[in-house]
Structures are given as structure tokens and as C-alpha cells.
T-cell receptor
Framework: GDSVTQMEGPVTLSEEAFLTINCTYT??????LFWYVQYPGEGLQLLLK?????DKGSNKGFEATYRKETTSFHLEKGSVQVSDSAVYFC??????????FGAGTRLFVKA | DTEVTQTPKHLVMGMTNKKSLKCEQH?????MYWYKQKAKKPPELMFV???????INESVPSRFSPECPNSSLLNLHLHALQPEDSALYLC????????????FGSGTQLSVL
């Protein structure tokens, strides 16, 4: 079946460091790919999305490129801030109402 | 208004109690969802309503009973829960065409004693 695999956390970085969170997927067809972020005590919110191969999603300095050849959608940010500390979920959707989430990666950013 | 509002934020209930969780959105979305999230885990889909009709029930125990009174409201009625049902319950909505982004509420943190 379809699945999403994320790198295990937690990831701990110093402020202004470069961030990469790896995400790979297994799916038939042409899924849409998403990154959601969950701050402490809150629900998930969409960070960025891409709907077809080679699309780049971007938001708030975060970027991810839909790579069909490597079935990947890695999240990157050039310079993290303390306020980026959260849990990041990679996800896919193939139509219908089911979204498949990865296990989540917790990010801690130290000042 | 791009918010999904959930009440209450916190709920403590005994195993014999009956309680309800409420969710509201005013974005004109036609799909509404209930998810359950345990600590340090991703959300797990429970129910989906599409155009006010139950579209998906992920084999959820009958002690959880969803209700969609209208296109803006979604309830989750709880009865005779077990301690293992303690979790964060998230409501979400989407436009209703499928394969689209989800808008989540902040959730209800439920503790069953």
C-alpha cells in the first residue's frame, strides 16, 4: 500500500543552521505531496504542497521539490529560527479523502 | 475566515460519562474530518463527512458517534470511553473535491479516567 517515510528525530540545530528533513514515499499513480507543521499545543497546519513532478512548494523560507525519480519530497530551510521548533509531517494524497502521514520529525532549534 | 474552531480545548471524563466534541468552520468547505492523535504519533483518520453525509468510517468503535448537523458543524459524541481513548482529537475541513489540503483545528485534549 501507499506509505510515507520520514527521517527519525529529534533533529536539534542551532539558530541560523541549514535544515533538511528527508521524506520518501511509496505510491502508485500521481499523488500530491504535502508538508504540515504542528507547533506545541496546536493542530497541524499546511506548510507547503506540490501536485506534480518537479514542482517546488515554498512558504516562510521552507522549500521542497517533488522528485518522482527518487520518490522524495525533502524539506529544506536555509536558516532556521527558534520559532521553527515544531513537529513536521510529510504527507501524500491520491484523491478521495484519505491523507497518508509520515511518522513526523521533531525539530528543536537552540538560540 | 480560515479557521476551524474546536471546543472544548480540554476535556476530562469518566468511563460512564457522555460528552460531545464540537467543530465549526465558515470557509464553505464541504468535507469535514475527525482525526485522533496520540502523543508523538501522526494523526489517524476516524471519520469523513462529505456534503453532510458520512463518507468514511475507519472501523471506529461505536462508543464514538459522529454527527454533521449542517455544512459548517461537526460533532463527535462520546460514550463509555476507555482510558486508551485518551488522545488529542482533531477536526479538519477541506474544500470537498478530494486530494487537497486540510485545515485543522487546535484540537480537544481528551483524558478518560
Amino acid at each position: 500500500g501507499d506509505s510515507v517515510t520520514q527521517m527519525e528525530g529529534p533533529v536539534t540545530l542551532s539558530e541560523e543552521a541549514f535544515l533538511t528533513i528527508n521524506c520518501t514515499y511509496t505510491a502508485t499513480g500521481y499523488p500530491s505531496l504535502f508538508w504540515y507543521v504542528q507547533y506545541p499545543g496546536e493542530g497541524l497546519q499546511l506548510l507547503l504542497k506540490a501536485t506534480k513532478a518537479d514542482d517546488k512548494g515554498s512558504n516562510k523560507g521552507f522549500e521542497a521539490t517533488y522528485r518522482k525519480e527518487t520518490t522524495s519530497f525533502h524539506l529544506e530551510k536555509g536558516s532556521v529560527q527558534v520559532s521553527d521548533s515544531a513537529v513536521y509531517f510529510c504527507a501524500l494524497s491520491k484523491g478521495g479523502f484519505k491523507t497518508i502521514f509520515g511518522a513526523g520529525t521533531r525539530l528543536f532549534v537552540k538560540a | 475566515d480560515t479557521e476551524v474552531t474546536q471546543t472544548p480545548k480540554h476535556l476530562v471524563m469518566g468511563m460512564t460519562n457522555k460528552k460531545s466534541l464540537k467543530c465549526e468552520q465558515h470557509m464553505g468547505h464541504r468535507a469535514m474530518y475527525w482525526y485522533k492523535q496520540k502523543a508523538k504519533k501522526p494523526p489517524e483518520l476516524m471519520f469523513v463527512y462529505s456534503y453532510e453525509k458520512l463518507s468514511i468510517n475507519e472501523s471506529v468503535p461505536s462508543r464514538f458517534s459522529p454527527e454533521c448537523p449542517n455544512s459548517s458543524l461537526l460533532n463527535l459524541h462520546l460514550h463509555a470511553l476507555q482510558p486508551e481513548d485518551s488522545a488529542l482529537y482533531l477536526c479538519a475541513s477541506s474544500q470537498g473535491t478530494g486530494n487537497e489540503k486540510l485545515f485543522f483545528g487546535s484540537g480537544t485534549q481528551l483524558s478518560v479516567l
